[in-house]
């Protein structure tokens, strides 16, 4: 008798072992998760080319990276898109069906030719945008973002900028956003994932 | 007598191994993506005293001491002003915090260095030679 007792505990604590943890099934993600998801924005910007860029028909049914930043920035934009590009590296069946989006905030310094020499020192596939200073700041607004603002006068200016990087499913949702400081395995471990949405 | 101690204390003083000033540890410069890039380091002030960081030089660019901080879901860098390093404490410099700015910075690869001279209240320059790195991808 003990004996069956012994294996039912060992039944009950198997059973436990093999669910998930409570609350995982609701949030699979590393990312900052966006309850409820928030529809990918409608924007038209110009890329580095020159050429129209309609971020939602331009981007459907990919995996989209989207992030605004400025070439002029040290600390901040270089680690983003360093962490992105790294990710794609490892992981070339997400990278394939991924499209990474960087607008700049700072139109006044960064020419199209000045944002497609930074991006392509990170990946010569990443697409740069830019505009007039109302299209980026609707841009902005339209992606549920706090406009940039610009700090300090003279050539060394800054901008102030959202630091997050937001992510878009082949479906058009966005679920999660990526702040400043996520890590290359937590990258890895949600753009699958995101990929399947 | 007396000779003997004073012989005694300097002859300790420099065995005794224990480094004075500041120590610059860690320090890297990231592979500069556009006109901009920055550098880090972390500060140990072994003493005699307090010492404030006041500025930072070089040759190859302007270099200004920023920190990045987030202020209504925004990221902001703005010049820091003078860092205080307390004596005994390590004040680091690392990405989405303080760095070094350095702006119109000529093209530069990993292998090579550039000097940064760092100017402190009470210990003056200190001049260290700073690796160029790839850009940190934790």
């Given at each position: 008798m003990p004996r069956i007792g012994f294996l039912v505990a060992i039944a009950v604590i198997a059973a436990a072992c093999a669910s998930p943890p409570a609350g995982t099934a609701a949030a699979p993600?590393?990312?900052?998760?966006?309850?409820p998801p928030q529809p990918k924005p409608d924007f038209v910007l110009t890329d580095t080319t020159g050429r129209r860029f309609d971020f939602r028909a331009d981007t459907d049914g990919r995996l989209t990276l989207l992030y605004f930043g400025y070439t002029?920035?040290?600390?901040?934009c270089p680690v983003q898109l360093a962490q992105i590009a790294a990710v794609l590296d490892q992981l070339p069946d997400v990278r394939r069906n991924t499209t990474v989006v960087f607008v700049t905030v700072d139109p006044e310094r960064d020419t199209p030719e000045v944002i497609r020499s930074f991006l392509d020192k990170f990946d010569t596939d990443f697409i740069g945008l830019t505009g007039t200073a109302s299209q980026i700041a609707a841009a902005q607004q339209a992606a549920g973002l706090p406009v940039a603002t610009k700090i300090g006068d003279g050539p060394d200016y800054t901008m102030g900028h959202s630091g997050q990087v937001l992510a878009y499913t082949?479906?058009?949702?966005?679920?999660t956003e990526y702040p400043f400081g996520t890590r290359q395995t937590q990258w890895a471990s949600d753009l699958p994932k995101l990929l399947e949405r | 007598m007396k000779r003997l101690l004073v012989l005694f204390v300097l002859v300790a003083a420099a065995c005794s191994g224990t480094p004075q000033g500041i120590e610059v540890s860690n320090a890297r410069v990231w592979?500069?993506?556009?006109?901009t890039t920055a550098a880090y380091f972390d500060l140990t002030n072994h003493g005699p005293g307090d010492d404030t960081l006041v500025g930072v030089e070089s040759d190859i660019a302007r270099a200004m001491v920023h920190r990045t901080m987030m202020q209504d879901g925004q990221m902001m860098m703005q010049p820091a002003g003078p860092v205080a390093v307390p004596v005994g404490e390590t004040v680091s410099f690392a990405p989405g915090g303080l760095h070094v700015m350095l702006m119109d910075v000529p093209p530069l690869g990993v292998g090579d260095t550039v000097e940064l001279r760092l100017l402190f209240e009470q210990a003056g320059t200190v001049t260290v030679e700073v690796p160029v790195v790839e850009i940190e991808t934790p």
């Open positions: 993600f590393q990312g900052m998760v966006v309850d002029y920035c040290p600390d901040i082949p479906g058009g949702l966005m679920y | 592979v500069p993506p556009g006109s």
